[in-house]
């Protein structure tokens, strides 16, 4: 056992390093991060080892774990970095789970160190039980098949070379090698998922099939290898039906998503939430049907939260994903004179002469109006009048005659002079002062803003 396992190890870091190479350890000073560090150390590959060790603050013995971890890296000499956080404290704050605040700042720390230090990989010592706890635990949340899918050996900057052994062969392997680890007491209290599925749910169900691991093995092996089907046949839809505004805010065109089968639109939603915004906000396919069933609902527009920090809003034919909490920017400006014009992300040009052939200008009867010209956001209430009407129309009902969606409304500059609005950039109407073309005595307006404008230009396409 001891040397098939330190070979085997040892054949999984050859596949991913190179002598010499840097690297980063999660040391917890437990049984499965002391065998990755002994074999690590052993390596022919003289690797340049960087261990973490991340004090929760969970349990009684934290101080005394850390203390164990401090003396195991001095006496192997090997760089140690020490986090502190009250995690308990820290998941109160964000309305969230001790576990998953756990692994969230884990991983920061993690990855913070690799940065800093330059190493190639963060090494984790997750093993084969890990992989039956973590199955069971995205089975009862309700994942899709992608969620159910395996650890992997290799995900990003994180490589897993133990997760083909069983936690059994590790404590085998530790015990021949004469070495000392930590128990972890709280690894028992099931009032954790993840303890209570080990403690509790697996050995009921090993004793209607002893060989549960090797099923669950084979079963993701199978999920993996459909996944792969699945990604290849939808590879190429999921880019031209969602289209990136910002890097929190997409849009897709429902027409274009209800042209789809439910499964293919399931299967994209689900992965671009997965894709888009990792395992932070955990999406259960329960969440993907709810965002179907409105899809397909007869209302104009909708929004609700499908997380804390996920915004879901329908539009009349359009779907609007905003992934992190968003407020629509406050536009206002006092425009006094000819120029250039800067509000947030907004650049408005004033013109009555040399027009840029790069910008698209709007023309307006100057003799009809006069500076000062604000902008500012829709409100309600506001009116308009537009060419051959006698009195002005109130913007609500432009917006609706347009079909432009709720979740944009707030966005849109509004032109105003002397009290009475002129303009709505991104809606193409005729208002009482606009002409079809320059003229003597007008003036062109011009606005450039780099989302706004790519969330206008998915919306008319």
Known sequence: MRRNLFQSISSELEKYLKKGDKVVIGLSGGRDSVALLHTLIRSPLALSIFACHFNHYLRKNSETDQKFVESLCRANKIPLYVKKLD????????????????????????????????????LLAHHSDDQIETFFMRLLRGSSLKGLQSIKILEGPYFRPMISFTKNQITDFLISENLDWIEDESNSDIKYTRNNIRENLIP????????????????????????????????????????????????????DILNLSDFEIKEILYRFFLTKIGPKDFISFRNIDDILRLIKSSSASWEFLLTNNIKIEKGYNFLCIKTQKYMDPVLDLNILCEGVWENDNLEIKITKENFDDNLNYVFFDLSKMKFPISVRNFQDGDRMKLKGMRSPKKLQDIFIDNKIPRFIRARLPVFESEGKIFHIHGVNINSSLRLKTYQENSIGISVKSTKLDKLIQNINS
């Open 87 to 122: 995690i308990k404290r820290a998941s109160r704050h964000l309305n969230k789970g001790i576990e998953e605040t756990g692994r969230v700042f884990r991983r920061k720390f993690l990855e913070n160190i690799q940065m800093s230090t330059g190493s190639k990989h963060i």
């Open 204 to 255: 009921l169900l090993k004793q209607f099939n002893p060989n549960l691991n090797s099923i669950i093995s084979n079963t993701l092996q199978m999920i993996a290898e459909q996944n792969k089907y699945i990604d290849e046949r939808l590879s190429g839809l999921e880019p031209s039906l969602i289209k990136e505004v910002s890097d929190y805010e997409f849009v897709a065109s429902i027409q």
